[in-house]
């Protein structure tokens, strides 16, 4: 329970952070502005709070001693008390008001002194807004706030996309836009911010900050993963992964949930040290499936862990895997009967895949394997032609199952 605040007491806390805020433009101080925008982290909001909730009068307080910015500081000061009330749906309403009228003061100044307060604005407005939306969605409401947060940030994107210092400070917001269309299901919207990135002359990669590439080369990796380019999605969550600050474990996890299953659809087999490192268990019996050849077990796997597959967009990458399963398998036949037949190692029948496919527990009839046979040749998973009449598969006697050597299948 809040001690009592007397209204003279209340009258200067806000007025002290309403002159912090005005001190912070007027010297061009970025830290200290960024750290009075930030509503839902500030270390002090608690003290504020209490004073909001005593004096609630603190509009006109604002509009009254600093008119030039009551644009800004009226609704910010409402955002603060609502978040306070955790009344998110006004608290993101508020704020959206002071973002605008910030964003336009952005505009204004010449110089990007104020890159880091209007970063703290891109990663307040996303995160209000998905207060907001499970506020809205658990009272029966629409849910519409973090699609408006979206078009303020392409708003702000189009303030740093120019020429100038500022556009240093639009890979940050491309990040953020990402999480919300990922959030809301419509990647698509990717594509328009990814063009202005990569084509403009005005952006050149190398030059954003660090932290920022690797979120834009995660995001961007994943969306080549959903589009199935995984030669592209190998090289961007590569990159994300070898330049990601390796004390962020928990980031690194994020990029190899993502990378594991591209590396796999390539032939690159992770080591089981790294799955258990980083808790990425849910892979291991995908791995040891591909290794043995054993199509049951990767079934299981896919079976087993098939939600959190889905969640992530990966399983239909894993599901192809089994193409890969089944050239393990025709390999480690060809291997046995090497040892037993030396002279007819090349030739085998397909009768000895159904009993192997059967001694896995999968039933397939003769002209199914018949079939996969066929597409692991049309793959180039096996050189070799069928002997239709004999039901034989022929292996080339050099090189009869080729490595993927980094490409899909």
Known sequence: MAAYLSMGEAH????????????????SDGAALASLLAV?????????????????????LAADRYPHLSDLLTPLLRAIHSHSLRRFADAYSSFEKAANAFLQEFRNWETPWAMEAMHTVALEIRLLAEKADRELATSGKNPDKLQAAGSFLMK??????????KRIGALYVTCQLFKIYFRLGTVHLCRSVIRSIET???????????KDKVTYMYY????????????????????????????????????????????????????????????????????????????????????????QFLKSGVYLVLEKLELQVYQRLVKKIHIIQRQKEPA????????????ALKWLEI??????????????????????YFAHKSKVLVLSKQDPFPKLNGKPV
């Open 12 to 27: 200067r806390r806000i007025a002290d952070y309403l002159s912090r805020v005005a001190d912070s433009i007027s010297s």
């Open 40 to 60: 839902s982290f500030a270390q002090s909001s608690a003290p504020l709070s209490d004073a909001l909730s005593a004096f609630p009068d603190f509009p006109r």
């Open 156 to 165: 702000v994107f189009g303030a740093l996309a120019v020429k100038g210092p």
């Open 200 to 210: 403009a002359r005005n952006f050149e990669f190398e030059d954003f900050p660090v």
């Open 220 to 307: 961007t990796g994943r969306l080549e993963v959903f589009n199935e380019n995984f030669l592209v999605a190998d090289q961007k969550l590569t990159y994300a992964l070898t330049h990601c600050n390796p004390q962020y474990e928990s980031n690194l996890r994020r990029i190899l949930k993502f990378l594991i299953p591209v590396k796999l659809s390539i032939g690159v087999l992770p080591r089981i040290t790294l799955l258990e490192r980083y808790n990425l268990l849910e892979y291991a019996d995908v791995v040891t499936s591909l290794k043995r050849g054993d199509l049951r077990l990767l079934r299981q796997a896919l079976e087993r862990h098939e939600d």
């Open 344 to 355: 007819k190692a090349h030739q085998i029948k397909l009768e000895v895949v159904v009993k």
């Open 363 to 384: 039933d397939m009839d003769v002209d199914e394997v018949e079939c996969i046979m066929a597409c692991l040749i049309y793959k180039n998973l096996i050189k070799g």
